[in-house]
């Protein structure tokens, strides 16, 4: 019975209703890069991971730089067994709580407010709209150590581009795992702070899926 309730298939439209309930960051911070993942981009993510990959459901979960928590919810909301989210910013985690619970999925999902480097422990999948390193260099690869070391299957979106993808390539495969699939995407950023000189900005991204080693 639980295997047949694993494999229940969620329409996109109503992933995107969820994710839609789960409003932007309430105060977003510039030097952490706090632009909140775009719906579109977040369905698209889940549905590589639960549907293409098998992923999500009935998996252990974690988010990194969740924000408010639209990966981490949306994770849950497709069957995920377990979800943590985990962010820097306590107004963002008290929002992805706040939103879980009036969603009826708060009893999956754990909000731990610190850097990510303080979080140990295992998972099956993590999840991850990590700072682009704009502000802070290298902070993506960062997030991406950090992902290496805590599960096996890894979702990762990175700026996209071949000398980025060749870089980030390379640093995956020196800490020991290696990249399986890449999906192109387009992710666009509304005007959020003072030095954006236009309405939308529209920037293409990699979603990267990885496994780690042993897998």
């Given at each position: 019975m639980g295997a047949v309730a694993q494999k229940r298939l969620v329409r996109?439209?109503?992933?995107?209703?969820i994710l839609q309930k789960?409003?932007?960051?309430?105060?977003?911070?510039?030097?952490l890069e706090q632009y909140t993942i775009p719906v579109d981009v977040a369905s698209e993510m889940l549905f590589v991971a639960a549907y293409v990959n098998d992923d999500?459901?009935?998996k252990k979960i974690v988010d990194l730089g969740c924000g408010t928590g639209r990966l981490a919810i949306g994770a849950a909301f497709l069957g995920a067994a377990e979800v943590v989210g985990v962010d820097v910013d306590r107004s963002g985690i008290e929002k992805g709580g706040t939103y879980a619970s009036k969603l009826g999925l708060k009893d999956r999902l754990s909000w731990l407010v610190g850097d990510i480097s303080v979080l140990h422990g295992s998972f099956d999948t993590v999840l991850?709209?990590?700072?682009?390193g704009v502000q802070r260099r290298t902070i993506d690869m960062r997030f991406l150590a950090t992902a290496l070391r805590l599960a096996p299957k890894i979702?990762?979106?990175?700026?996209?581009?071949?000398?980025?993808?060749?870089?980030i390539k390379?640093?995956?495969?020196?800490k020991g795992g290696r990249v399986t699939s890449i999906f192109q995407m387009k992710l666009t950023i509304p005007r959020m702070f003072e030095f954006h000189t236009k309405l939308t900005h529209e920037v293409y991204v990699d979603l990267y899926?990885?496994?780690?080693?042993?897998?």
């Open positions: 996109r439209l109503d992933l995107e209703r789960v409003e932007p960051h309430p105060s977003p911070k510039a030097f999500v459901l009935g991850q709209n990590p700072p682009f979702y990762s979106l990175h700026k996209s581009g071949a000398k980025n993808r060749a870089f390379r640093f995956i495969e020196a899926r990885i496994e780690a080693d042993g897998e």
